[in-house]
């Protein structure tokens, strides 16, 4: 009777363990719905929310999450992921062949030759130590100098630079004043292009670029002792080669001949740090550039459409959600992804990184780096979000990796879109609601 007694209270006990898990696991779920169904920001516009358990492989939370948001540069995770499956340790940088006295080289896309910040520099010293003939080949890029989609008129802003097959020096002009008050611009060839216009009357000192050429014009007014802006140039075959006679200074010819298959390879950087340079501050050159470099791994050929199609079939094809997918930055409108796709896709990430503190080095940090670097506080200074953030007008987006002080590991997509109040507000009210998590979980 006491045995029987005994194994009765057992089960009991076990059953009541039970039950306070699965409530424990309800409460948790019932507090984050609570917490965004009583937020006034989140729900006076399209919110998309999908929070995942890491460790114990399962979907915590999910608000919107198979509706599709235009993700800005939450795009660049994409590009992210197929830069992990297609490059190696370090990006290419060029392609050439030697024909006798004469040295052939093809652009990969390569974002790191003579790059303001990644200083790509080996591509270089190889065409400068040369004693061939150089020819520069043309052939290969097959897209428009813009990706699908983007806004023409913004071409006058430093973070909408064109696209090209040998880019050189960011392709963006930097222009800034001298210690005698003159205003200088770099790569120094472009000075031959920069002229001051009388009728040019904007409300300060600002330099704008034709939009079909490389025509610099500024107003006739006193230039600002800490002016600095960064116009992208009008690239063409004619251009490159210009500038890259008077930096390699020796004759560049130009030839169109199709890349050879038998061509070598110059590496110039670790793709680690072109990662990191592309997602912390969400360069959308690099993230242009990196899609090319991985259509010539693969295609001997620069075309955007081409590698975004084979990442698709090839390494997307299991997302919950098909993405709608056009370039790399997510500077056009026309991209469409899910939340819940998206947190498949970190899922992804995890597993090819495989080193979490090097993937949490790459990414924008909460309070620490990158463009959350003045978003979040940090924990009595330990870092605890580490997301892309993406955002255009009227959209505002966060999706990346969450510790709470629990040591629960967490994924997150909270995707904003359409609405009409400061972007501040939103972007703080996730901040409340991300640290809240962070916090009590």
Request: proline share 4%; aromatic share 12%; with cysteine.
């Amino acid at each position: 009777m006491l045995k029987s007694t005994f194994v009765f209270l057992l089960i009991i006990c076990g059953l009541s363990i039970c039950n306070d898990t699965v409530y424990g696991r309800q409460i948790k779920k019932r507090k984050i719905k609570k917490l965004f169904k009583h937020s006034q920001i989140v729900n006076d516009h399209f919110t998309g929310f999908a929070l995942y358990d890491l460790d114990d492989k399962k979907m915590i939370y999910e608000l919107n999450a198979d509706k599709y948001f235009i993700p800005a540069s939450n795009t660049k995770l994409f590009t992210f992921y197929t830069c992990l499956k297609m490059l190696g340790d370090s990006v290419p940088a060029l392609r050439y062949q030697v024909r006798q006295d004469s040295l052939i080289f093809w652009g990969t896309g390569d974002p790191s030759f003579l790059h303001s910040g990644l200083k790509g520099v080996n591509a270089l010293n190889f065409l400068r130590q040369s004693n061939k003939q150089l020819y520069y080949s043309t052939a290969g890029y097959t897209n428009d100098f813009y990706g699908t989609g983007w806004a023409w008129d913004d071409y006058n802003d430093y973070y909408q630079a064109e696209i090209t097959g040998l880019p050189i020096e960011d392709n963006v002009a930097l222009l800034c004043a001298d210690h005698d008050g003159n205003l200088q611009v770099k790569p120094a060839y472009l000075k031959r292009f920069l002229n001051a216009d009388t009728s040019y009357h904007p409300n300060k000192f600002k330099v704008k670029r034709d939009f079909l050429s490389n025509s610099f014009v500024y107003p006739v007014m006193a230039i600002p002792a800490n002016f600095k802006q960064e116009i992208p140039w009008k690239t063409s075959p004619e251009l490159t080669l210009a500038l890259l006679r008077d930096t390699l200074k020796k004759p560049v010819w130009p030839v169109n001949i199709p890349l050879s298959s038998n061509a070598k390879t110059i590496y110039n950087t670790n793709a680690d740090s072109v990662y990191r340079r592309m997602l912390q501050p969400s360069d959308n050159f690099i993230a242009e550039q990196l899609l090319l470099a991985c259509s010539s791994v693969k295609f001997n050929m620069l075309n955007t459409d081409s590698v975004i199609s084979y990442a698709k079939t090839h390494f997307l094809n299991d997302l919950p959600d098909s993405p709608q997918w056009v370039d790399g930055s997510g500077l056009s409108r026309m991209n469409l992804f899910t939340p819940r796709s998206i947190i498949a896709l970190l899922c992804k990430i995890t597993a090819e990184v495989k080193d979490e503190q090097l993937l949490h080095s790459m990414m924008p940090a909460g309070g620490a780096t990158g463009t959350l670097k003045n978003v979040y506080k940090t924990d009595n200074g330990e870092v605890f979000v580490w997301a892309k953030t993406g955002s255009l007008s009227n959209n505002y987006n966060q999706s990346g990796y969450l510790i709470t002080r629990k040591g629960k590991r967490l994924a997150f997509s909270f995707m904003n879109n359409n609405f009409t109040r400061p972007v501040k507000e939103v972007r703080n009210e996730m901040v409340r609601l991300m640290t809240y998590i962070h916090e009590e979980f």
